[in-house]
């Protein structure tokens, strides 16, 4: 959703702003999920991606 700029009508331009947000909504929602904090986690350990 953070690619296409959200909810807005098409060929409507969007702020740098507006896109961080979207961004930063969705990386919120994704880091509460175990899978995702697990590969968060193996990414500062070891610096490889984790494979689950």
Do not use: W
């Amino acid at each position: 959703n953070v690619v296409t700029g959200g909810d807005v009508d098409a060929n409507t331009p969007v702020s740098e702003e507006y896109l961080m947000t979207l961004e930063r909504r969705a990386f919120c929602e994704l880091v509460q999920h175990p899978k995702t904090q697990a590969r968060i986690l193996a990414m500062l350990e070891s610096g490889k991606p984790l494979r689950n």
